[in-house]
């Protein structure tokens, strides 16, 4: 019996572990947003509130002049920077942040884009 209770004891925090609800990637985060002729920056902070995190990135790649009009509703972060960027920008998640970078220009071959 009382390797019962030494057992139970050790595997009991296992156990609450395995039942603890899994954190929802970032980027597969849903949010809601609708933005008309808004700034790209104010966006970007207000998708980041959305979902919990912040953006990183160098200033130079976003204007601050640059608009953006979006209507995102129950829809993952991913399609919402897709909606924005469309495939202008690459987005890598480090810890609480979603890192923003300039996806590299498409290669050409023969002037055709490939």
């Known amino acids: 019996m009382k390797a019962f209770y030494t057992l139970a004891f050790l595997l009991f925090p296992l156990w609450i572990v395995a039942q603890a609800p899994k954190e929802i990637p970032i980027l597969e985060r849903t949010i809601s947003i609708t933005a008309t002729e808004e700034k790209t920056t104010s966006v ?61 220009a498409p290669a050409m071959k023969n002037n055709v884009f490939t």
Do not use: C
Request: charge should be positive; proline fraction near 3%.
């Open 44 to 104: 970007l902070n207000r998708i980041g509130q959305a979902a919990g995190f912040s953006f990183s990135y160098n200033s130079a790649i976003i204007s601050d002049e640059q608009t953006v009009s979006i209507n995102i509703q129950d829809k993952p972060v991913r399609d919402a920077l897709n909606g924005i960027f469309h495939g202008t920008m690459n987005y890598k998640v480090k810890s609480n942040y979603v890192i923003l970078t300039k996806a590299p």
